[in-house]
């Protein structure tokens, strides 16, 4: 069966004074359809920038990006035209990703008048349609983004991305700007809308407790780059990275147990500019050996079950 998504060595350089900041270098995954693969890692790891660059708003260096068993690397206009359609972003704050001279209407219909050839009444039809889906009563349909609230601004920003009816959607950390309650609210609504329509989200965050919750599976970055790749369950269950590990202890838990212990990482972090062949967190992992310079190799360590670090064995059995 052919997966819905599949990217093979994607990476996204940017110029600057100082050399080549490697944002994202060489991301490996595929997903199935109606299936969600959370990314998480610390701020600056390249999150943000592997979703965007998956969707062309903006082009990556190299790799190839397939869609549908279909290579969509280098499209052209007509065929990104087509490609919008099945690939869609929620965006991180719902405020500043809205037009604040645009009503709640205008909003949700804005994908409509540019991609659908429907008349006015059908367009508005399809529009209340799409607010009753996400949950926005019809009596805000004249009101301005500044007059709601910052959940009712996210649902406005999912029916936009549902709009077109696509496959495919990029949640760019879609609940970190809400109240915790809100959070949930939305998440079930994402995971409702999932499960009506087959979709297919890429759920980035740092959020470890929500990623948990939502994802199928689950890719942890670090400096641009995948360290560890699992079934959620199996990677929460196995978690075999040092980095992978450290994010993990961080998590707050109500009780924390007596033989847990917090992974503090110390150390400076090594800059992603110009960056050395061998494993970039070396700089701040206390397993590090001299055979860390060298390039680390994703391994299989269990079914499913990837992983960048070439003492995950010896790492493993420390652990346990």
Do not use: W
């Not at 944002?23 to 990314?39: H, M, P, Q, R």
């Not at 708003?57 to 790799?63: D, F, K, Q, W």
């Not at 989200?201 to 948990?212: A, C, E, G, I, Q």
């Not at 994703?298 to 059995?317: D, Q, S, T």
Request: charged share 25%.
């Amino acid at each position: 069966m052919t997966p819905l998504l599949e990217v093979r060595d994607l990476k996204k350089y940017f110029k600057n004074k100082a050399g080549m900041l490697h944002a994202v270098d060489g991301i490996d995954f595929v997903l199935e359809e109606g299936k969600t693969l959370g990314v998480v890692g610390e701020s600056g790891c390249g999150k943000t920038t592997l979703g965007r660059t998956v969707l062309h708003l903006i082009e990556a260096t190299s790799g190839q990006i397939l869609f549908e068993g279909k290579d969509i690397s280098n499209p052209t206009k007509q065929e990104m035209h087509g490609i919008r359609r099945k690939m869609q972003i929620i965006f991180q704050d719902p405020f500043s990703s809205l037009n604040p001279r645009m009503s709640v209407c205008e909003a949700i219909m804005e994908p409509l008048v540019l991609h659908e050839h429907m008349s006015k009444s059908e367009m508005l039809t399809e529009t209340r349609r799409l607010m009753d889906t996400v949950g926005i009563a019809t009596r805000f349909e004249n009101s301005y983004p500044h007059e709601l609230d910052g959940g009712r601004r996210q649902r406005i920003g999912v029916a936009r991305a549902l709009a077109l009816n696509p496959k495919f959607i990029v949640c760019d950390e879609p609940v970190s700007a809400l109240d915790v309650s809100i959070q949930a609210q939305i998440i079930n609504l994402m995971l409702d809308l999932q499960e009506q329509r087959g979709l297919a989200y890429m759920f980035v965050t740092h959020d470890l407790s929500v990623v948990k919750y939502i994802s199928d599976d689950i890719m942890v970055m670090y400096l641009g780059q995948m360290v560890e790749k699992a079934p959620s369950d199996e990677l929460f269950k196995n978690t075999c990275h040092p980095y992978s590990i450290a994010l993990l202890s961080a998590i707050p838990v109500p009780v924390y147990p007596n033989n847990a212990q917090r992974v503090l990482l110390r150390g400076e972090i090594t800059s992603p500019i110009n960056p050395k062949p061998g494993c970039r967190f070396m700089a701040r992992c206390r397993f590090a050996e001299e055979k860390c310079n060298e390039p680390q190799v994703i391994e299989e360590c269990a079914p499913g079950h990837f992983v960048a670090c070439c003492r995950y064995k010896e790492i493993k059995e420390n652990k346990d």
